[in-house]
């Protein structure tokens, strides 16, 4: 099979640049329904053929088929080609169903159910930047691959009476996937300058998130709300955040290890949490959710693994001093 990954960072760039990025990618999207049994896997290319004509897939694209016929999908990316033809193309036929095939060019990204709705990252990022547009100072980092797009935006820096010398940003954290692995979604992001540390609202502050189901439209005016309603917690979320420094905390590197099984954390985000903590330590909860952050902007780690500890340190901020005890003792 010839997969492959596309992927794409930028670091504080003007909103403009995303937007550019997006329209240039979605280009080449196009969108086809296709039965089951009009598709067949190519025993020598390993390309699925529609209606006569070959495509390759794209990585996520061949996980997704084959799991949708039972296939694992860490099975499929191994087998030998002409194997994994003869297995899927059974398959195939026995599914029967209509299904939609999203397409990058000639090769495809995506093979989902005809009741998914989709919502285009430039659509959802075009509401935004409307929403920043009398703003000029607003900046996005953004990262974007064939599975999902994480954009956040960065506000004007500001500063807490708490701790005027450690200045921050509000800003939002917009999530998308095209392809069928994630929800529209808007967080509160909390934006630390000095060392570039974005850490998500957690379950306190309002959240917005949109499922691609064939009923669910896309409500500029509801989103609008939304991205309000977060800017008037972001202020109470930056005071909390320069008040946890005066939590004070005898065993960090303790406390991550149970922060690890608490959440499920892999073995190398705990290790990237580790080696942050020590360009930065602090014997607080401020040095625990910092160190925790900060490592969701190592570049050893993926996407999904970055994106899941920006959240994990706003959980794990919300914590009452109380339940923060039990998983620092």
């Known amino acids: 099979m010839n997969t ?10 003007p909103v403009s640049n995303l937007v550019e990025t997006l329209e240039e990618r979605s280009r080449s999207f196009w969108d086809q329904e296709a ?35 039972g296939i694992p999908g860490n099975y499929a990316t191994k087998c030998p080609e002409d194997l994994l033809a003869y297995n899927m193309n059974y398959w195939l036929q026995s599914l029967n169903k209509q299904l939609l095939i999203r397409h990058d060019g000639q090769d495809i990204r995506a093979i989902l159910s005809t009741a998914y709705n989709p919502v285009s990252n430039l659509d959802v990022i075009d509401v935004v930047a409307k929403y920043y547009a009398d703003d000029p ?28 010398s450690d200045p921050c940003a509000f800003g939002m954290s917009i999530s998308n996937s ?12 909390l934006y630390r300058l000095v060392c570039k540390n974005g850490l998500m ?13 064939y009923d669910a439209d896309l409500s500029v005016g509801e989103m609008r709300e939304s991205l309000n309603n977060l ?22 590197i303790a406390t991550f290890e149970l922060i690890r099984n608490s959440f499920n ?18 014997f607080s909860k401020f040095g625990v959710v910092n ?23 706003g959980h794990v901020l919300e914590m009452t001093e109380k339940a923060f005890t039990r998983v620092s003792a």
Not at 35 to 54: R, W
Not at 201 to 213: M, P, Y
Not at 231 to 252: C, G, R, T, W
Request: net charge negative; hydrophobic share 40%; proline share 4%.
């Open 178 to 189: 095209e392809v069928g692995y994630a929800s529209v979604k808007s967080v509160g992001l």
């Open 201 to 213: 609202a957690g379950d306190s502050v309002e959240q917005w998130r949109r499922t691609h189901r």
């Open 35 to 69: 039965h089951s049994t009009d598709m067949m896997v190519d025993q020598m290319s390993g390309c699925l053929i529609v209606n006569g004509k070959a495509h390759q897939f794209q990585d996520q694209a061949l996980r997704m088929l084959s799991n949708r016929l």
């Open 291 to 313: 160190a925790i952050t900060r490592a969701g902007n190592s570049k050893e780690l993926t996407l999904e693994h970055r994106n899941e500890l920006q959240i994990v340190g």
């Open 265 to 282: 954390l892999a073995k190398i985000q705990l290790e990237q949490v580790q080696s942050a903590f020590l360009e930065e330590p602090e």
């Open 137 to 164: 100072e607003v900046k996005v980092r953004y990262e974007l691959n064939n599975n999902k797009m994480v954009a956040q935006f960065i506000g004007p820096t500001i500063t807490s009476p708490v701790d005027p």
């Open 4 to 13: 492959f990954n596309r992927s794409l960072y930028h670091d504080l760039v």
């Open 231 to 252: 800017a008037a917690h972001l202020p109470n979320l930056l005071d909390d955040f320069m008040k946890s420094k005066e939590i004070e905390l005898a065993d960090p």
